[in-house]
């Protein structure tokens, strides 16, 4: 499979999963609750290590450890456009940088 069809699936899968649960699961209350609050930046870090390290154990290049520092920078936001935003601005002026 090529990267643009893994990128399309996973994306089509995470939002059917949280349209899924948003229809079909009661909202979450008490400790379950708070623990769910916490969860997006969790996920988006661990997303962003693995983006990073991949399957080679080597350090990656310039541009992406600062597109890295930028997203995680603006997670106080809780926003992936912000991030998003965030990470290509940062990985585009290293790039020019670097």
């Given amino acids: 499979m090529t990267n643009l069809v893994v990128v399309v699936v996973a994306a089509v899968l995470t939002y059917a999963s949280r349209a899924a649960a948003v229809v079909f699961l009661p ?43 930028a997203a995680v920078a603006v997670a106080p936001f809780r926003s992936v456009p912000v991030s998003l935003v965030a990470g290509l601005t940062a990985y585009g002026l290293a790039t020019l940088v670097w």
């Fill in 27 to 69: 909202p979450p209350t008490g400790r379950t609750a708070a623990f769910v609050a916490r969860l997006p930046g969790p996920l988006f870090a661990g997303l962003a290590v693995f983006a990073l390290v991949g399957d080679v154990p080597a350090w990656p290049d310039a541009p992406s450890l600062a597109a890295a520092g």
